[in-house]
Nanobody
Framework: QVQLVESGGGLVQTGGSLRLSCAAS????????MVWYRQAPGNEREFVAL???????NYADSVKGRFTISRDTARNTVYLQMNSLKPEDTAVYYC?????????WGQGTQVTVSS
């Protein structure tokens, strides 16, 4: 059974950095587009960044220039390096495939940015 487990969140001050990890089990990882999403309280889940199997990336306008998505196929892990964090980045961050699969939603990892 495929599982995606997010980690690396925490509390950080404005301007700080965090690196999130998404560890994938199963053989699906290397061929799939992987996506980071986030959901802030009272808001819908939104797209943050994606990476294709060959390393092409795309970002939401709100995080361009601050966040970097990467993947380590050997470790079946996708990363999200977040720099210059802002209070509006506060959310629970999730990873999934593209298109998303309801079976792959995990618990997410909480990121809180204090002002």
């Amino acid at each position: 059974q495929v599982q995606l487990v997010e980690s690396g969140g925490g509390l950080v001050q404005t301007g700080g950095s965090l690196r999130l990890s998404c560890a994938a089990s199963g053989s699906m990882f290397s061929t799939r587009i992987m996506v980071w999403y986030r959901q802030a309280p009272g808001n819908e889940r939104e797209f943050v960044a994606l990476i294709t199997s060959v390393g092409t990336t795309n970002y939401a306008d709100s995080v361009k220039g601050r966040f970097t998505i990467s993947r380590d196929t050997a470790r079946n892990t996708v990363y999200l390096q977040m720099n210059s964090l802002k209070p509006e980045d506060t959310a629970v961050y999730y990873c999934n495939t593209y298109p998303s699969n309801i079976k792959y939603w995990g618990q997410g990892t909480q990121v809180t940015v204090s002002s």
